[in-house]
T-cell receptor, first 116, second 115 residues
Framework: DAGVIQSPRHEVTEMGQEVTLRCKPI?????LFWYRQTMMRGLELLIY????????DSGMPEDRFSAKMPNASFSTLKIQPSEPRDSAVYFC??????????????FGSGTRLTVV | AQTVTQSQPEMSVQEAETVTLSCTYD???????LFWYKQPPSRQMILVIR??????QNATENRFSVNFQKAAKSFSLKISDSQLGDAAMYFC????????????FGTGTSLTVIP
């Protein structure tokens, strides 16, 4: 398996533009997570899906952020309009969660977003 | 919300020596999982080791081992025979049934390995 695949690896965009980050989870994993990492706030959970259904989006900063998971093999995180304070590394992670059984997340390589 | 505390922002170790990274957590639950993740400069987050709280035996993965003290809510990571490739940020994480599938991460410890 190629692991969790994120694209793009780097994204530089101008303030006000729409940004779409993409993620392909590991086949067979039933949970998908979007995290944001910054120096100031560390790793923050934005949203997670279980069996393609959004379970908890309380970490999504505001209405400018939206996430979708149309099927088990693809998810997107969209920011519209983007702002300089959105600059961060965005990680996608997937896992197989069954009851309390947990084998840990597998993370993608992250997308470094810079909004100028 | 659960809290995971890593009190050492930075640590250093001589190559081939042993280093211990600290992690404490706050919970009222008896069943949960604890993890250590490594993030090298490439920024890829890599699972290092996993501990199930109901298991008394400390987890071990090659040169990496943990000291799990359930009563003290402590979960330290010991790296033996440190290598230059061990230089990275290390994050401790917690997950329980009450957190759903969400993991709570500490703020990380930056480990430098001195040749």
């Amino acid at each position: 398996d190629a692991g969790v695949i994120q694209s793009p690896r780097h994204e530089v965009t101008e303030m006000g533009q729409e940004v779409t980050l993409r993620c392909k989870p590991i086949s067979g994993h039933n949970s998908l997570f979007w995290y944001r990492q910054t120096m100031m706030r560390g790793l923050e959970l934005l949203i997670y899906f279980n069996n393609n259904v959004p379970i908890d989006d309380s970490g999504m900063p505001e209405d400018r952020f939206s996430a979708k998971m149309p099927n088990a093999s693809f998810s997107t995180l969209k920011i519209q309009p983007s702002e300089p304070r959105d600059s961060a590394v965005y990680f996608c992670a997937s896992s197989f969660e069954q009851g309390l059984s947990s084998y840990g997340y597998t993370f993608g390589s992250g997308t470094r977003l810079t909004v100028v | 919300a659960q809290t995971v505390t890593q009190s050492q922002p930075e640590m250093s170790v001589q190559e081939a020596e042993t280093v211990t990274l600290s992690c404490t957590y706050d919970t009222s639950e008896s069943d949960y999982y604890l993890f250590w993740y490594k993030q090298p400069p490439s920024r890829q987050m890599i699972l290092v080791i996993r501990q199930e709280a109901y298991k008394q035996q400390n987890a071990t993965e090659n040169r990496f081992s943990v000291n799990f003290q359930k009563a003290a809510k402590s979960f330290s990571l010991k790296i033996s025979d440190s290598q230059l490739g061990d230089a990275a940020m290390y994050f401790c994480a917690y997950r329980s049934e009450s957190t759903g599938n969400q993991f709570y991460f500490g703020t990380g410890t930056s480990l430098t390995v001195i040749p």
